[in-house]
């Protein structure tokens, strides 16, 4: 019964990215936080168009507070919460949104960070390659929401996971150059 409510919970929720997960990614062992990326990035034209807004969140210990403004369109605002873990020798960005509405499980999805000397590079960890991976003989603990895995499996699994198969040039998919217009 457990199982067939949350599956019901995460039809609900928004959709942010291709390969979601009920958990974190984040363990005691694995966060971290980086002070430099606090303050205003702009998305790199070509790529996108917006801009992020990073504080360090007052309520909970080594998490961002984001707050993304598209740049074009009629899109509003989004808020999101992100978290920095460490996978291997790679950083990972665990973002949720911060709005949990009643009766829904918030999906958290992940983006490979780069930082460079002009900005920060982000890639979706949400290809199709890593998807079937993750439902594959040797993946992750899923299940289907229309035809795609998210993933159920605790937060040291899905770190597993992406140790294993994150690493691979095909676990990414699209990516996001940002430049810092303000520091925090």
């Known amino acids: 019964m457990r199982w067939i409510v949350l599956v019901a919970l995460i039809t609900l929720m ?3 990215a291709d ?24 998305c790199a034209p070509k790529e ?21 403004v598209p740049g074009e369109g009629s899109d509003e605002p ?15 960005l665990d973002l949720v949104t911060a709005k949990r509405a009643d009766m829904a499980v918030p999906g958290h999805f992940f983006l490979l960070m780069q930082k460079r000397d002009d900005g920060l590079t982000f890639q979706w960890l949400d290809s ?21 895995p ?9 770190q597993a996971f992406l140790l294993k198969f994150g690493q ?13 217009t303000k520091r925090g």
């Open 19 to 42: 390969l979601l997960s009920v958990h974190s990614l984040a363990t005691a062992e694995s966060l971290t936080f980086d002070e430099s990326l606090l303050g205003e990035w702009e």
């Open 168 to 180: 691979d040039s095909r676990a990414v998919s699209g990516g996001m150059v940002f430049k810092r």
């Open 48 to 68: 996108c168009k917006g801009t992020a807004y990073l504080r360090a969140d007052a309520a909970a210990r080594k998490t961002y507070d984001i707050v993304w």
């Open 150 to 158: 998210v993933l159920t499996a605790g937060s040291t699994a899905v």
């Open 14 to 16: 928004p959709g942010c």
């Open 128 to 148: 199709e390659w890593l998807r079937q991976e993750a439902m594959g003989a040797n993946g992750v603990a899923h299940t289907m929401i229309d035809d795609k």
């Open 78 to 92: 989004l808020r999101l919460r992100g978290q920095l873990v460490r996978v291997g020798s790679r950083i990972v």
